[in-house]
């Protein structure tokens, strides 16, 4: 991979050379650890970030859901900082322990398929009737940001990307007004332009007409790439399965998979941030 890739050390640029669509998959861990440093260089010479101590780890997120494109990179960064100054609420407290962040997840607000697409996508699955409008859908948000902050975690997802399927079967009309457009308009903000994720599908299954009528206020804010991603199957799961095949989806969604478990996903994550505490506990000479 070396021969793709060349940093120049005085311009703190990653110059990808016939950089193509999956080339930025097939960096090695040094491509990887170079990008980095010359990101926090930027970094470090920055007003809107300076004061935040990125990890490589975090720092090649942003890296990898701009293709290692090392501008656009770090735009995508001082979008994100800018963001969270900007939003406090959305950020405050945010974590698994949050109370309003675990009843989401407890309802499967996102949920993770445990196993991948075709591609090497993951799969985010929201089942919208299981709202029942005791938390805000700004809740929800939280609760995505949340699961993406620990799903991002892994190298092999920031490569590949992710696919979102909601499901608004049964969706209710009273439920539907408190799908608010500022908080619409803020949660596509931050996932389009300031989140360090790739989703690679976005999928409409069940969905009323009223649930149409409410989301055509999003459209204007929807980058063109975004609009190209999202598909409307209304209650044809057919076309559906020509881009999410059934070997990996759950019985609901018409898959050859056992119905989904809402609990599953938030009960993974709860082991996982135990065995890490774990482990962190023995490295720093804890019992």
Same mark, same amino acid.
């Given at each position: 991979?070396?021969?793709?890739?060349?940093?120049?050390?005085?311009?703190?640029?990653?110059?990808?050379?016939?950089?193509?669509?999956?080339?930025?998959?097939?960096?090695?861990?040094?491509?990887?650890?170079?990008?980095?440093?010359?990101?926090?260089?930027?970094?470090?010479?920055?007003?809107?970030?300076?004061?935040?101590?990125?990890?490589?780890?975090?720092?090649?997120?942003?890296?990898?859901?701009?293709?290692?494109?090392?501008?656009?990179?770090?735009?995508?960064?001082?979008?994100?900082?800018?963001?969270?100054?900007?939003?406090?609420?959305?950020? /405050?407290?945010?974590?698994?322990?949050?109370?309003?962040?675990?009843?989401?997840?407890?309802?499967?607000?996102?949920?993770?398929?445990?196993?991948?697409?075709?591609?090497?996508?993951?799969?985010?699955?929201?089942?919208?009737?299981?709202?029942?409008?005791?938390?805000?859908?700004?809740?929800?948000?939280?609760?995505?940001?949340?699961? @993406?902050?620990?799903?991002?975690?892994?190298?092999?997802?920031?490569?590949?990307?992710?696919?979102?399927?909601?499901?608004?079967?049964?969706?209710?009309?009273?439920?539907?007004?408190?799908?608010?457009?500022?908080?619409?308009?803020?949660?596509?903000?931050?996932?389009?332009?300031?989140?360090?994720?790739?989703?690679?599908?976005?999928?409409?299954?069940?969905?009323?007409?009223?649930?149409?009528?409410? @989301?055509?206020?999003?459209?204007?804010?929807?980058?063109?790439?975004?609009?190209? /991603?999202?598909?409307?199957?209304?209650?044809?799961?057919?076309?559906?399965?020509?881009?999410?095949?059934?070997?990996?989806?759950?019985?609901?969604?018409?898959?050859?998979?056992?119905?989904?478990?809402?609990?599953?996903?938030?009960?993974?994550?709860?082991?996982?941030?135990?065995?890490?505490?774990?482990?962190?506990?023995?490295?720093?000479?804890?019992?």
């Amino acid at each position: 991979m070396a021969e793709y890739i060349d940093y120049g050390w005085r311009t703190n640029n990653l110059i990808a050379h016939s950089l193509n669509k999956t080339l930025y998959k097939n960096l090695t861990a040094n491509d990887r650890d170079v990008a980095a440093r010359a990101l926090r260089d930027l970094v470090k010479c920055s007003d809107e970030c300076h004061d935040v101590d990125w990890e490589d780890k975090t720092l090649q997120k942003f890296l990898f859901a701009r293709k290692f494109v090392l501008e656009d990179s770090f735009e995508l960064l001082k979008n994100y900082c800018s963001y969270r100054s900007r939003n406090p609420d959305i950020f /405050r407290d945010l974590s698994l322990n949050a109370e309003d962040v675990r009843r989401a997840l407890e309802n499967g607000l996102p949920g993770v398929l445990k196993d991948k697409d075709r591609k090497g996508r993951c799969i985010l699955l929201l089942t919208a009737n299981n709202w029942d409008c005791s938390y805000t859908i700004l809740s929800i948000y939280r609760a995505m940001l949340v699961c @993406l902050e620990h799903l991002t975690n892994d190298l092999h997802n920031q490569a590949n990307g992710f696919v979102v399927i909601v499901d608004w079967t049964e969706f209710s009309y009273k439920q539907t007004t408190q799908l608010k457009p500022s908080i619409l308009r803020l949660m596509i903000e931050g996932l389009q332009d300031c989140f360090p994720a790739r989703f690679k599908g976005i999928h409409f299954i069940g969905q009323p007409w009223y649930v149409d009528a409410a @989301l055509t206020v999003t459209k204007p804010f929807l980058h063109e790439e975004i609009k190209e /991603r999202i598909f409307s199957h209304g209650n044809n799961l057919s076309t559906l399965h020509e881009l999410v095949h059934k070997d990996v989806l759950p019985a609901e969604l018409g898959g050859e998979k056992p119905s989904y478990n809402p609990r599953s996903f938030l009960d993974s994550l709860d082991q996982k941030v135990k065995n890490d505490s774990i482990i962190n506990n023995k490295e720093n000479g804890g019992s």
